[in-house]
């Protein structure tokens, strides 16, 4: 068998009981750039798309889900600068300040793990993303890249930095 044109049907029997039906439509995996629409599956066979309305929605998808990626950073970004405001001036103290400078801003616990599962989110939303676009897909590819950079342009303008210092992130306006 080709690699270029992988079949899941084999895939459709191996449940205890189950038959071959030759007529089930099968999802049409390749390994090289496509434009399939029709009988295209996206990260799993249950995302299996038979129509082209199901395609359209799931490409529409894909642009919002990359548009939110970037619209989840930027909650990131305030939360750190919310952290930053608050922080009443308290800095490290203690052993820790040989690793880092005078100063860094000391974070709860909890404000810690906030920071983790807003990470944590961005990171598995971004993964979830790339598995979709290396279906080599070239509407999901475009669809997924558009997204994203219309999400940049819309909640990135923040990290350009400010006029006086030139860096970005965490300084309070």
Known sequence: MSLSKMSMSGMSGMGMGSSSNSSAATCRMSMLWNWY?????????????NTGNKFAGSIIGIFFFAVAIEG????????????????????LSGPLRIFFPSSTVHVTV????????????FYLSATILML?????????????????????FLFASDTYGTPSTGTGCCESR
Not at 112 to 117: N, T, V
Not at 138 to 144: E, K, P, R, S, V
């Open 72 to 91: 989840l950073s930027l909650v990131q970004r305030m939360f750190d600068r919310w952290i930053v405001a608050h922080s009443n001036g308290k800095t």
């Open 110 to 121: 909890w404000q810690q793990l906030i920071r983790a599962a807003m990470y944590s989110s």
């Open 37 to 49: 629409i029709h009988d295209s599956c996206f990260l799993a066979k249950s995302w299996h798309i």
């Open 132 to 152: 979709i676009v290396m279906s080599f897909n070239g509407y999901a590819i475009l669809f997924g890249f558009v997204g994203a950079w219309i999400g940049f």
